[in-house]
């Protein structure tokens, strides 16, 4: 059980990384040598790397919370 909260947790931090990165890219959009869209708001914002970090670390805490919520005792 304390696993399955500790899952939890690394998702939401990641879920709220995300979000963050996510949606400060869309309010602020910007061009990058020529790439625009979402991909060009977030090299414009330098938030490229904090995404993928975040986006990782949110399916390492899903993963975590399936594992834990599955797992045969």
Same mark, same amino acid.
């Given at each position: 059980?304390?696993?399955?909260? *500790? /899952?939890?947790?690394?998702?939401?931090?990641?879920?709220?990384? $995300?979000?963050? =990165? @996510?949606?400060?890219?869309?309010?602020?959009?910007?061009?990058?040598?020529?790439?625009?869209?979402? *991909? /060009?708001?977030?090299?414009?914002?330098?938030?490229?790397?904090? $995404?993928?970090? =975040? @986006?990782?670390?949110?399916?390492?805490?899903?993963?975590?919370?399936?594992?834990?919520?599955?797992?045969?005792?």
């Amino acid at each position: 059980m304390k696993k399955f909260i *500790y /899952g939890v947790m690394i998702t939401f931090i990641g879920l709220l990384f $995300f979000a963050f =990165s @996510f949606f400060y890219a869309v309010m602020n959009p910007g061009t990058y040598n020529n790439i625009s869209g979402l *991909y /060009g708001s977030l090299l414009y914002s330098g938030l490229t790397v904090p $995404f993928i970090i =975040s @986006f990782i670390v949110l399916i390492i805490g899903i993963i975590i919370c399936g594992v834990e919520a599955y797992r045969k005792k």
